[in-house]
């Protein structure tokens, strides 16, 4: 069974850090891209971040570039999200969920971790 | 880019049939047989419906449905049960590993 536990999440203040991990387990992590996807509250879905199964290869929506940083580390079939400077409107649950297709469509998701920025 | 653009809600009693939209542009669904229909039930993660415009993940009942025609795409339910209802977001593929999603219709089952 494909299971994506997401942890990390808590409470930060504006300009702040934060690390988010994605435990895969259920499938051979390493030949498959990922997503990092962000739901803020009572709103709609977002993709932050991708990046593909050897993670060589990384993709940011642009109001993360330069301040979110997608990595794996597929020894340990783990997606990891190093999130900084972070803002109010970063403010949201995040879903690491399992890439699928020529799209990278997200075939499996996390049940997510909530990232609150606040002072 | 922008959101796509999908109504806020819609709603139909067990058995009809509903349909929800898609609006994107050239640059998005029209541009990519690569829409995607998420489901997500209140405080659950999002689960696939269809992909590829009109394809079904094994699961997926065949009362699910999708489309496309020109910039719009639709999911379409039929036979609606009490358990469809949830909120629907569609998501296409903008070229350059960038990916644009709907704002989310709330389907409510009367």
């Known amino acids: 069974e494909v299971q994506l536990v997401e942890s990390g999440g808590g409470l930060v203040q504006p300009g702040g850090s934060l690390r988010l991990s994605c435990a895969a387990s259920?499938?051979?992590?390493?030949?498959?891209?990922m997503h990092w996807a962000r739901q803020a509250p009572g709103r709609g879905l977002e993709y932050v971040s991708a990046?593909?199964?050897?993670?060589?290869?990384?993709y940011y929506t642009n109001s993360v570039k330069g301040r979110f940083t997608i990595s794996r580390d597929n020894s340990k079939n783990t997606l990891y999200l190093q999130m900084g400077s972070l803002r109010a409107e970063d403010m949201a649950v995040y879903y690491c969920?399992?890439?699928?297709?020529?799209?990278?469509?997200?075939?499996?998701w996390g049940q997510g971790t909530l990232v609150t920025v606040s002072s | 880019q922008s959101a796509l653009t999908q109504p806020r809600s819609v709603s139909g009693s067990p058995g009809q049939s509903v349909t929800i939209s898609c609006t994107g542009t050239?640059?998005?669904?029209?541009?990519?047989?690569?829409v995607s229909w998420y489901q997500q039930h209140p405080g659950k993660a999002p689960k696939l419906m269809i992909y590829?415009?009109?394809k079904r993940p094994s699961g997926v009942p065949d009362r699910f449905s999708g489309s496309k025609s020109g910039n719009t795409a639709s999911l379409t339910i039929s036979g609606l049960q009490a358990e469809d209802e949830a909120d629907y977001y569609c998501?296409?593929?903008?070229?350059?590993?960038?990916?644009?999603f709907g704002g989310g219709t709330k389907l409510t089952v009367l």
């Open positions: 259920g499938f051979t992590f390493s030949n498959y891209a």
């Open positions: 990046i593909n199964s050897n993670g060589d290869s990384t």
């Open positions: 998501c296409s593929y903008a070229g350059s590993y960038t990916w644009v």
């Open positions: 590829d415009v009109s």
């Open positions: 050239s640059s998005d669904v029209g541009s990519y047989n690569y």
């Open positions: 969920a399992r890439v699928r297709g020529s799209a990278w469509y997200s075939d499996y």
